[in-house]
């Protein structure tokens, strides 16, 4: 009787024990920011200012995964540019598939505004930036400054 008792608050215990990190890698998926009423007539420069711009290197940024809401990998960042506006973007290639791969086979370059992406440790979180935005971008032509990888920019940063 105390075996039975004991094999089921075990059973039950392992259950509760995997579905606990489940339900939490759930939980972790980023917010978008758009989504909330309050948010849905600011620019991409007001939302990236609530989002507590912080400075950093832009050799830092260079090599980094570009993720969506689900942690799939879009593309990793290949230069920052400031365009002839003075607006910077990072120049992400993209593919539809397979974004994780290392090779650029197939892949289109893309200019992602800075004012739409976040910093997230070693990775950057695409928030404004949709895949539908990424296919239908242009392929990005260098038409601006590469940024020198010494140079400090802000880039807002982004928890869960």
Do not use: C
């Amino acid at each position: 009787m105390l075996r039975a008792h004991f094999v089921r608050g075990f059973g039950a215990a392992l259950v509760l024990g995997f579905a606990a990190p489940i339900k939490l890698a759930l939980a972790t998926a980023p917010q978008d920011s758009s989504a909330k009423p309050e948010n849905r007539t600011l620019t991409p420069e007001q939302r990236m200012n609530r989002r507590y711009p912080q400075p950093v290197k832009v050799g830092f940024l260079i090599g980094l995964p570009v993720l969506d809401e689900r942690d799939s990998t879009y593309g990793y960042i290949r230069e920052l540019v400031r365009t002839p506006e003075g607006k910077i973007v990072l120049v992400v290639p993209y593919r539809a598939w397979l974004g994780w791969a290392p090779t650029d086979w197939g892949r289109k370059p893309v200019a992602v505004p800075l004012e739409t992406v976040a910093i997230l440790a070693r990775q950057v979180a695409a928030l404004d930036f949709t895949a539908d935005d990424f296919a239908a971008a242009p392929a990005y032509t260098p038409n601006g400054t590469p940024l020198p990888a010494d140079e400090t920019i802000k880039i807002a940063v982004y928890r869960r």
